[in-house]
């Protein structure tokens, strides 16, 4: 018997099955479209709402993606339900920025969860308190976004404050959720020894205790060229782990679970 509200549909870019590094287990990851950030080193620049109509007038399916609805997402899911089972995966809602489509995420949650699903979501957090306090209902982890403490750094590579970000953040600790803070690692923004203690601090106060650490890469780099927009960090040399111990230790200081990802 169907049970989901198929009038309800998400935009989606893309499912990506056998997912080891957005959750525990194996898992499938679903990109959702759109995003009201801009941050610069985005290796998904086609989900910026800033650049829809790039994506648009490129006309690949991968990048503008498609109309899901939730039993379509679940059907794509569930094929691989035994390899969760073996590994104690699920499903990961990712983007983009998830809580962009939150009424449809909402109640994909609910019905993966009625199935016996385990539920992650990668977030940034940026939305009303409203919005935020609904989606984590039926959260069983929460891989959320920190990016910088300084409010104005923050908005200058980002495109926006940081305030309801920290708020959601407390919110999600004060209810219980479990949280793996991630943090992109990145040149000329937070990759320097200030922002890290910064962080570490605000992470400790909030009482989140694993952070798991993404030194910067340039994987989105071919995307930027298809979609006809500059790429700013062109000329940003790679990080890598081991150039990455002393940042690293700073989390391991104030007795958080810090690792690289
Ligand atoms: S929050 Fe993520 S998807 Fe959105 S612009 Fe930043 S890096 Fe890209």
Redo the contacts with the bound molecule.
Sequence with gaps: MQTTDNTLTGLIFNIQKFSINDGPGIRSTIFFAG?P???R?????E??NRNRDAALACGDPKLTGRSWTIEEVLAEAEKDRCFYEESGGGITLS???VLQQHDFAAALLKEAHKRGLHCAAET?GFAAHEVFSEFIRNIDLLLF?MKHCAREIHREK?GVYNDVILENMRYAVAQKVPIIARI?VIPGFNANKKAAAGMAALLKDMGITEVHLLPFHQFGEKKYEQLGIPYEMADVKQLHPENLQAYLDIFLKEGLEASFR
């Design positions: 995003c950030l801009s941050c080193w985005c290796s998904n620049p989900s910026q983007g983009g920025e940034t976004d980002t992109p």
